[in-house]
């Protein structure tokens, strides 16, 4: 029987052979055929599905929901609706744990440009009302208007002596054309903030490879 060993597999996707031998006995790999002395052996096929599985395992899909995504895989065209649907279901709860994490990312970035301006300014006190001693009501849209104005969010949030070995660490960035307003007073907001799937950050969008 011709095909693909467990260790080529593993090369090929990235995966250690002990990774697959835990989707096998989970239950995951039912397609999988062995040849006379037991061994797996993967056809091009094969391959396909263990990218799917890796994909949902990686978005946070019990084993349990991915072995039953497998089965109705199994079960040919008679399926193909349920698992249309299926996949609908995970892509609209990974968009809102992405959703989710932006808010949350938003947030942090926020409170480095503040730490970062009190750093440069040698004290706090700069973002407080001279008045009631408090941060000032304004902070937030202080910090939108810097963010309409930036090139790069490194320019807002890294302190001078980070900001060469951060270039090292962050992946490249370009700008937008159009600018997207949206609140990061709390994550109360989020669901609001976040509605749209295609929703584009302030300021500058990361691209990967």
Wanted: hydrophobic share 35%; proline share 3%.
């Amino acid at each position: 029987m011709t095909g693909y060993s467990i260790g080529e597999v593993a090369q090929i996707m990235g995966l250690s052979t002990s990774a697959i031998r835990f989707y096998d006995r989970k239950g995951l790999l039912p397609f999988v055929h062995r040849d006379s002395a037991g061994r797996r052996v993967f056809q091009q096929d094969d391959l396909n599905f263990i990218e799917a599985i890796c994909c949902l395992k990686k978005s946070g899909v019990p084993i349990k929901d991915i072995g039953h995504f497998v089965r109705l895989c199994m079960q040919g065209d008679a399926t193909l609706h349920e698992r249309y649907d299926y996949l609908d279901g995970e892509e609209r709860a990974l968009e809102g744990r992405i959703a989710e994490l932006q808010g949350q990312l938003d947030f942090l970035r926020y409170k480095k440009w503040y730490y970062k301006t009190s750093i440069e300014a040698g004290t706090e006190s700069i973002h407080m009302d001279p008045q009631t001693g408090h941060v000032a009501a304004d902070i937030k849209e202080q910090y939108r208007s810097e963010l309409e104005r930036c090139e790069d969010i490194r320019q807002l949030t890294q302190l001078g002596g980070h900001q060469a070995a951060a270039r090292d660490d962050v992946p490249s960035v370009m700008p937008i054309g159009q600018q997207v307003n949206r609140s990061i007073d709390s994550s109360h907001d989020a669901d609001q903030r976040f509605r749209s799937p295609a929703h584009i950050p302030l300021c500058r969008i990361v691209r990967y490879g």
